[in-house]
């Protein structure tokens, strides 16, 4: 059994959709952030780096969502979550998913966790007019350079489509309008439409 530490909106969705695709094991567990839940000592023996996800198995704990991600894929083969077989198309499969992890994740970041990189409440409020640029900025070249469509990878579904989507209902928080990447868009409609997307809202609602 895999337990999945994680808080609504966050990233973490990207893997919870993944084990819903995997066909593995697994339960949720929200942290509750409006507590400071993630800060609490309890928490911080799973995850010391007080966020989600966190990912618990017998082996240990796996944090970070490209690790997750790679992880399941790897661990449910047969769910064909990854082009396993293929490590140039694998690489750039993790190419992508390290694009969202530190470059869209991180302009996301600077409208709402100001405090990582500056002090002075005229710095967070410059970071934060920032963000529908950079945000729109980092989705054009998803647009035209990186989605080869109708997934990520083209045919073949993969890891990096959950992610892409749960990083895509962001948008809307930050100012950007979806309708402005045609193909990003279809992209999150479809993505709307899988049982597993369906399944993992209904589990993080009801946790």
């Known amino acids: 059994m895999y337990t999945l530490y994680f808080a609504p909106g966050t990233c973490a969705l990207a ?93 996301h970041a600077h409208g709402r966790r100001g405090t990582r990189w500056a002090d002075e409440p005229s710095s967070h409020a410059d970071m934060q007019r920032k963000v529908p640029q950079t945000m729109g900025e980092s989705f054009r070249l998803i647009e035209d350079e990186l989605l080869a469509g109708p997934y990520v990878l083209g045919d073949r579904y993969s890891i990096a489509d959950p992610y892409l989507f749960t990083i895509a209902t962001w948008l809307e928080g930050d100012k950007v309008d979806i309708a ?21 809202f209904a589990e993080e609602a009801a946790a």
């Open 15 to 107: 893997s919870h959709i993944a084990l819903a695709e995997s066909g593995l094991p697994y339960e949720v567990r929200r942290v509750k952030f409006a507590e400071n839940e993630q800060r609490s000592e309890a928490y911080l023996k799973i995850n010391p780096k007080g966020r989600v996800p966190a990912l618990v198995m017998d082996k240990g704990v796996l944090t970070e969502t490209v690790a997750i991600l790679a992880f399941i894929a790897q661990v449910a083969r047969e769910a064909n979550l990854a082009p396993l077989d293929d490590p140039f198309l694998f690489g750039r499969m993790q190419a992508f998913n390290a694009y969202l992890a530190s470059t869209v994740h991180v302009a």
């Open 180 to 200: 402005r990447f045609p193909r990003v868009q279809a992209h999150f409609e479809a993505m709307k439409a899988r049982p597993a997307v369906q399944k993992a």
